[in-house]
């Protein structure tokens, strides 16, 4: 059985539809990003980046104990690997994959959070105008190139559908939050309306749609230690004591 520590996030989102896809079964283990279940100890056994999702396999390949994986781009991999589907066996196409993998990771998905946060914020802590327009301006440019990318071709990689088309797509639903109009990319356009229509990106996307935080009730001071917790982070300590330097 595969346990998906998951809060229904577009990096979330990825690995459920991957999962929807291949269909396997899975456990959902709540990982409350707003209540800060991402530091607890037993979290960080799993993954030391302090950030969901994470996975782990209690029965992998080898016969041996449970692994953990995380990151969503190496969970996918890892999962892609363990079913032997969405991802070509000849090396040519395995690169193909991986480096539109590693380019969301590296570009579409902390560059759109970033655009999503800014635009968000307002002016609440100051003129934010450079930020929105710096980050809105590239993930229009990611657009374009999904856009370009998707010309002659109904996939992100080719002819077939596979990871690299369920990494990027959860990434692109809040269009319109990111400043974006879509009708201006046609072949982006009619990929991404395929891909709404598939049944199993259906099933993933709404995987935890019943999980929420009632930040309504919460009074000014709990939203700003949220804030503050969500995102104005710093390094967690390392232990004095018992490493390789004693």
Not at 127 to 152: I, K, P, W
Not at 167 to 188: A, H, L, R, S
Not at 194 to 201: N, Q, W, Y
Request: charge should be negative; include cysteine; charged fraction near 25%.
């Amino acid at each position: 059985m595969l346990d998906l520590h998951y809060w229904p996030t577009p990096n979330g989102k990825k690995v459920t539809i991957q999962l929807e896809e291949c269909g396997i079964p899975y456990n959902i283990v709540q990982c409350n990003i707003g209540k800060g279940d991402q530091f607890d100890s037993s979290f960080l056994d799993i993954c030391p980046n302090n950030r969901m999702p994470a996975l782990v396999d209690h029965e992998p390949k080898d016969g041996g104990e449970p692994i953990s994986v995380f990151e969503s781009g190496a969970i996918m991999l890892y999962i892609a690997e363990k079913t032997g589907q969405f991802m070509p066996e000849d090396i040519r196409g395995r690169y193909e994959v991986t480096q539109w993998l590693i380019w969301q990771m590296a570009n579409q998905g902390p560059k759109t959070g970033e655009c999503g946060h800014f635009r968000r914020l307002g002016d609440s802590q100051g003129d934010q105008s450079y930020a929105v327009t710096r980050f809105t301006d590239e993930v229009n440019r990611f657009y374009g190139v999904l856009n370009n990318r998707l010309y002659n071709q109904p996939y992100i990689c080719g002819d077939e559908y596979t990871i690299a088309d369920m990494i990027c797509y959860p990434w692109t639903v809040n269009w319109q939050g990111q400043g974006q109009d879509i009708n201006e990319f046609k072949y982006f356009k009619r990929w991404f309306d395929e891909l709404s229509d598939r049944p199993g990106v259906k099933k993933g996307m709404a995987v935890g749609s019943e999980f929420a935080n009632d930040y309504s009730k919460m009074s000014e001071d709990e939203l700003a230690a949220l804030r503050n917790m969500l995102y104005n982070q710093r390094a967690r300590p390392a232990p004095d004591t018992g490493g390789l330097l004693d």
